[in-house]
């Protein structure tokens, strides 16, 4: 098994975010501006000017995928420093298509837990009754329904899709 430093230091940064998001529901700057500064160094020490700059258009392809999804109130800044961390050890294409992979997870688990809770057709409900509003009046923005449903932890969902996908492109590609 021919692991970089990078991949060394991804398995650990997200095995610490993912057990501290289950326990705590936090994601803590401790490890992800290190991981951030590290990843920044390490790509730039082994690949050059080339290296630090596909390094730092990860962070900034990390930002953007959950910057948005931060702004509606559906994840923490946290989740945002930690795909950016995760952007800044491997790269554009990494963070992109292992926060894909942990987006589906989650995306299938929050279905999962909703339809065994009784929930889903009623936030089925919630989010396309504003939709359908908003067509209906032009597009004007509705601000989606508060629910009092507890807070899953979207980040060591995310985690574990980035591990399966660098297990499953280091062991099976």
């Known amino acids: 098994m021919n692991l970089s430093p990078q991949d060394v230091l991804l398995i650990l940064f997200v095995i610490v975010c993912a057990v501290t998001d289950l326990?705590?529901?936090?994601?803590?700057?401790?490890?992800?501006?290190?991981?951030?500064?590290?990843?920044?160094?390490?790509?730039?020490?082994?690949?050059?000017?080339?290296?630090?700059?596909?390094?730092?258009?990860?962070?900034?392809?990390?930002?953007l995928m959950l910057y948005f999804f931060y702004l509606g109130g559906g994840i923490g800044a946290g989740d945002v420093k930690f795909l950016m961390g995760v952007g800044a050890l491997k790269g554009t294409s990494f963070v992109f298509q292992s926060a894909i992979c942990g987006i589906l997870l989650s995306g299938i688990v929050v279905i999962f837990w909703m339809f065994f809770h009784g929930t889903l057709l009623k936030s089925l409900k919630n989010i396309i009754f504003p939709l359908f509003t908003s067509a209906m009046s032009g597009f004007k923005v509705s601000p989606l329904p508060k629910t009092k449903s507890p807070a899953l932890p979207f980040g060591f969902y995310l985690a574990t899709g980035i591990l399966i996908y660098f297990f499953y492109i280091k062991f099976v590609v």
Do not use: H
């Not at 936090?26 to 992800?32: C, G, R, S, V």
């Not at 990843?39 to 630090?52: E, P, R, T, V």
């Open 23 to 63: 326990k705590k529901r936090k994601i803590y700057n401790i490890a992800t501006f290190p991981a951030i500064i590290l990843g920044l160094g390490l790509n730039g020490i082994y690949n050059g000017f080339a290296g630090l700059k596909e390094s730092a258009l990860g962070v900034l392809v990390g930002f």
